[in-house]
T-cell receptor, first 115, second 114 residues
Framework: GAVVSQHPSRVICKSGTSVKIECRSLDFQATTMFWYRQFPKQSLMLMAT?????????EQGVEKDKFLINHASLTLSTLTVTSAHPEDSSFYICSANYVGGETQYFGPGTRLLVL | AQTVTQSQPEMSVQEAETVTLSCTYD???????LFWYKQPPSRQMILVIRQEAYKQQNATENRFSVNFQKAAKSFSLKISDSQLGDTAMYFCALIAGGSEKLVFGKGTKLTVNP
């Protein structure tokens, strides 16, 4: 149980385009989903917390107009990187927790490369 | 504010031996949870073990066990009978109070040598 999927696993795009990453909880309902960014050899950096049906809460320094998050249902959250630039290239990971739970289960991550 | 400190950036162990990874934390909350996550080269974050602060008994999951010293705010992970597949980054993490946010340590890179 507690499986989280992410799609795509890898994406290469041109500078200026937008990229959408999906995060799904496959076998449980998730009231809260989290989006992280991870630079090489570093820990995870929380970008935002999203709750189903409400606006995401962004961490300080994260541009909400650049990283659009939509939590449309209890099993799906999406992160859209708008007008991507090379500095947005990174590894993006989502996580989700059970309704009322505190343990986060992570997706496999998405490698984004912006050329 | 909550903090998590992992003082060992890298460690190595021989296959079949035992290794202990250190983690200390700081929080003023009385209700909190501690976690160890593993991130192998695939970069998939995998939950290894979790500990509720109110439980005195140390959590155990097969070859993985923790030494939870609440007064010292220490939460070390012991891996017994190390296997090559245990090679990974290990992150200690904390959720405290009513927060949903995980606070991560910087990680320890563990290499299991044949």
């Amino acid at each position: 149980g507690a499986v989280v999927s992410q799609h795509p696993s890898r994406v290469i795009c041109k500078s200026g385009t937008s990229v959408k990453i999906e995060c799904r909880s496959l076998d449980f309902q998730a009231t809260t989903m989290f989006w992280y960014r991870q630079f090489p050899k570093q820990s995870l950096m929380l970008m935002a917390t999203s709750n189903e049906g409400s606006k995401a809460t962004y961490e300080q320094g994260v541009e909400k107009d650049k990283f659009l998050i939509n939590h449309a249902s209890l099993t799906l959250s999406t992160l859209t990187v708008t007008s991507a630039h090379p500095e947005d290239s990174s590894f993006y990971i989502c996580s989700a927790n059970y309704v009322g739970g505190e343990t986060q289960y992570f997706g496999p991550g998405t490698r984004l490369l912006v050329l | 504010a909550q903090t998590v400190t992992q003082s060992q950036p890298e460690m190595s162990v021989q296959e079949a031996e035992t290794v202990t990874l250190s983690c200390t934390y700081d929080t003023s909350e009385s209700n909190y949870y501690l976690f160890w996550y593993k991130q192998p080269p695939s970069r998939q974050m995998i939950l290894v073990i979790r500990q509720e602060a109110y439980k005195q008994q140390n959590a155990t999951e097969n070859r993985f066990s923790v030494n939870f010293q609440k007064a010292a705010k220490s939460f070390s992970l012991k891996i017994s009978d190390s296997q090559l597949g245990d090679t990974a980054m290990y992150f200690c993490a904390l959720i405290a109070g009513g927060s949903e946010k995980l606070v991560f340590g910087k990680g320890t890179k563990l290499t299991v040598n044949p």
